[in-house]
């Protein structure tokens, strides 16, 4: 597997991951033969990488690596704060009655222990319904396509909150609804998360320059945007 790079300087180095490559190895890949994305691109260029954050496995988008533990030390702890801008772009059922909102709810670590702050901030981009029954409770089913920013970094935080706020994403198997994820496998062939880290940004530790890093959206996630007729403009 090639990896598309969408990002390259002295220091670091962005792909954009495809749904479903782990980023390192874990405990919870349960594949004879995991593939990750760190040994990936570190074969792909020659030299070692180190990875600044982690993105889950069924999400796509911008996923950035250190090309030095020197580097590495320098923006991975940032990654815990507001100085890395990150927005991801995600389908959802049903369409919020605001057009920019904050969910501040706590979570869970880990999906389970203490209660952390947590918020995430969404934009509504644009909705749709479409003449089809996803449930037998209403003819037709709303659709809405959001930017989420979060605040923080919890695991799996967008997914739920989104799922507090019953906007659950399209093909979220934990934390989704089962009857829109079939609906979507069975009528579009859709069996993908619909959420892709869209975009990062931070200032460089060493250049001090903004870097800005833009992931496009994956062909699985475009044939949705089409299907439910959804606006979008990148």
């Not at 995600?90 to 904050?102: A, N, Q, Y």
Request: proline share 6%; aromatic share 10%; hydrophobic share 40%.
């Amino acid at each position: 597997m090639l990896l598309e790079i969408i990002f390259e300087d002295a220091d670091y180095i962005a792909i954009n991951k495809p749904a479903g490559l782990l980023v390192h190895k874990t405990k919870l890949a349960k594949d004879e033969e995991p593939i990750f994305a760190m040994q990936l691109l570190r074969d792909q260029i020659g030299q070692w990488v180190y990875p600044l954050h982690r993105i889950d496995r069924p999400t796509s988008g911008v996923l950035l690596f250190a090309k030095s533990p020197e580097a590495a030390a320098l923006l991975q702890p940032k990654f815990a704060t507001t100085e890395i801008r990150k927005a991801y772009l995600t389908i959802v059922r049903g369409i919020p009655k605001e057009d920019h909102f904050l969910i501040d709810h706590p979570l869970k670590k880990e999906l389970d222990g203490e209660l952390q702050e947590c918020k995430t901030e969404f934009w509504k981009l644009s909705e749709t319904e479409i003449p089809f029954a996803s449930t037998p409770r209403y003819p037709t089913s709303r659709y809405a396509l959001l930017k989420a920013y979060p605040h923080t970094g919890r695991m799996h935080q967008i997914r739920r909150h989104l799922a507090h706020a019953r906007h659950y994403i399209i093909g979220d198997s934990t934390h989704g609804e089962n009857k829109q994820n079939r609906f979507f496998r069975e009528t579009f062939g859709s069996y993908n998360l619909l959420l892709h880290a869209a975009s990062l940004e931070f200032d460089h530790p060493i250049t001090n320059e903004v870097v800005t890093i833009k992931a496009e959206l994956p062909e699985h996630f475009k044939k949705i945007i089409e299907y439910l007729k959804l606006d979008y403009f990148n």
